[in-house]
């Protein structure tokens, strides 16, 4: 049975634990105030020489080899590839595990992948016109097991097709030469497979504040156990991050972001980088697809709501009922058979006055158009009008572009290995202008990943003077965000929904200079006013749920600026980008990520990253 750290009302670990990762170092002092917590005025031998330094409040110090900062999708094929040789690896997760990023829809996810897409060298992997690192892309694609059957890996994995045609075999909602792809699909078995392994420990919601990083090497990362307020620092010889896009930036929609994406996905690991001087790119980009936007009290959710990928792109139509395959110039450019395509059509017609007046366009809901779409569409259908009397047939519904993936990742080597971080390795490292990651890549990344952190693990050599100053620096800011009293301050959550309605323009697919601009302003305010009087209203550590709100906002706000910025300075359109001064794509200037830094002033600046 594998080791899974179950949920306590207080701080500690099992015994099994304690021996397995090298047991637990308080800081020397206790911070006054914190009952229960008792100091410890020495620190157990858990690094040599290389000890942890001591903060003023206690904390628990967990050694191990290899560090998981996320738990989901592209995280699972990652710790696939070190069962498979014995290797131990600690998995930290945010959400209850099983349940955080496209998991938390683990009632419905959508498997997807290329038929056939076995490739024995780098150079028969098809290129692509994205903008990424294609010398990375490619060493991701060979030798894929995992495209030449992945009915049998899921099925290995606890998975089941139960939707199947007539004649037994599955039901693939997609049957295309480049795409094949089944939906029904429980990625509970996944996790609960992956907990039960011996080589795997997890520990869950557990929110990761920062990473250690001492002369441009990766040692770890802190983090915050959300149910009892216990700091937790992570020391390992390798880290990987498969944390996931932000999209919590882009709202509002009467209740929330406009976004499928849980609240936690708030770029933490991403944003810490950019604070120890890293270079994060492509947070410019954006995944979308048309989701339903009536009754306004719903999110606009592919979870809760009715949509169109662009699979049904057909359905979609104009304030006046033309149908946008009908439009001939979306039709000369053939827009409607991909995602990017979708969003560029949609931007002709609300460009051309023929929108929705929150930017988007009409769904036909039509008893015939229902039941081809996404059986959790039809299953929304069926629920919204039981339960609520609205009916999705009887009219067309507004539908808006959902952002469901965000760009904004580390630059990494041929290795998948952060240039700013040695020893950091990262799952999402190479999604460039497709502003997220498809399964199908996070397949690819978390196996090569894992991959390549063996091999320099395999060469790993310790360094001879750590001092692990950052962690004391970070607690002291993370008490700074649940001690601090202002007079006449602002709660987090009121921080965090001046962002989203700040970006709740910017943030759509069609970004003019004056929407980019104004949100600059606005977002610059928040940076010099808002964030100084940010104050939590109790300075609780037991489930602060202000507290978290309040690291959380820190980490939105740079991500938000940085898609505003980053959107301003690439003057050309592509992919699902579209700046209105400039509509057309170009390559010669504009094929490149924009990499961006950031000052201790919060001042942003960028260089070009040819790809």
Not at 62 to 73: K, V
Request: charged share 25%; proline share 4%; glycine share 10%.
């Amino acid at each position: 049975m594998g080791n899974y750290e179950e949920e306590k009302v207080s701080g500690g670990m099992d015994r099994r634990s304690f021996f397995k990762l090298g047991g637990l170092t308080a800081g020397v002092v206790a911070f006054a105030g914190m009952a229960g917590c008792a100091p410890q005025q020495e620190m157990a031998n858990t690094g040599g020489d290389n000890e942890t330094v001591a903060a003023r409040v206690p904390y628990a110090v967990y050694d191990t080899d290899i560090l998981m900062i996320g738990g989901g999708y592209g995280a699972s094929f990652a710790m696939n590839e070190a069962c498979k040789v014995g290797q131990n690896v600690l998995v930290v997760d945010e959400a209850p595990y099983g349940f955080g990023g496209a998991f938390g829809m683990n009632f419905d996810i959508m498997n997807t992948w290329v038929p056939g897409a076995y490739y024995e060298t780098e150079e028969e992997v098809p290129g692509t016109k994205k903008i990424r690192n294609e010398a990375l892309y490619a060493k991701t694609g060979v030798q894929n097991e995992v495209e030449v059957n992945p009915d049998v890996v899921c099925a290995n994995w606890g998975e089941i097709l139960s939707d199947r045609k007539e004649d037994g075999t599955p039901n693939y909602i997609y049957d295309f030469p480049t795409t094949r792809g089944f939906e029904h699909s429980m990625t509970r078995h996944w996790s609960d497979h992956f907990r039960a392994k011996d080589y795997v420990t997890v520990h869950d919601r557990t929110m990761i504040t920062d990473l250690i990083i001492e002369d441009g090497r990766c040692l770890g990362a802190v983090g915050l156990h959300l149910p009892t307020g216990e700091y937790r620092v992570y020391r390992a010889k390798v880290t990987l991050t498969a944390a996931g896009g932000c999209t919590q930036f882009y709202g509002w929609n009467s209740t929330s972001p406009t976004t499928n994406n849980v609240c936690d996905n708030t770029a933490d690991v991403e944003m810490a980088l950019l604070r120890h001087g890293g270079k994060i790119a492509n947070a410019e980009f954006g995944s979308y697809d048309m989701m339903g936007v009536f009754p306004r009290s719903f999110t606009a959710s592919e979870g809760s709501m009715v949509g169109a990928d662009s699979v049904h792109s057909g359905d979609l139509m104009d304030v006046d009922g033309t149908y946008l395959k009908d439009y001939p110039e979306i039709a000369e450019k053939e827009l409607l058979g991909t995602q990017a395509g979708v969003i560029q059509a949609v931007s002709i017609v609300v460009d051309a006055g023929k929108g929705t007046e929150n930017g988007g366009v009409y769904l036909d809901c039509k008893p015939e158009s229902l039941s081809t779409m996404r059986w959790m569409y039809q299953r929304n259908a069926a629920l919204l009008k039981e339960k609520f009397g609205f009916d999705f047939t009887e009219q067309p519904v507004e539908v808006v572009p959902e952002m469901y993936e965000h760009g904004g990742e580390p630059i990494t080597d041929e290795n998948a290995m952060c240039v700013d971080a040695e020893g950091l390795f990262c799952v999402r490292a190479n999604a460039g202008s497709e502003g997220g990651m498809m399964n199908i890549t996070n397949r690819r990344m978390g196996r090569y990943a894992m991959k390549k952190a063996l091999e320099y693990l395999a060469t790993y050599e310790e360094s001879e003077a750590v001092t692990y100053e950052g962690v004391a620096a970070e607690i002291e800011r993370l008490e700074d965000l649940r001690t601090r009293q202002i007079e006449g301050s602002l709660r987090p959550i009121t921080v965090r929904r001046n962002i989203q309605h700040a970006c709740a323009e910017s943030g759509r697919p069609s970004r003019s200079v004056e929407v980019l601009e104004t949100a600059k302003a606005e977002l610059d305010r928040i940076m010099n006013e808002d964030i100084p009087k940010m104050a939590c209203a109790d300075d609780s550590l037991v489930s602060n749920a202000d507290w978290k709100d309040a690291i959380e906002v820190v980490n939105l706000l740079d991500i938000a600026r940085l898609s505003v910025e980053a959107s301003l300075a690439r003057e050309e359109s592509r992919d699902a980008l579209i700046r209105p001064e400039y509509p057309e794509t170009d390559d010669a200037n504009w094929k490149c990520a924009l990499a961006y830094t950031r000052a201790e002033d919060g001042t942003l600046s960028y260089e070009k990253i040819p790809y």
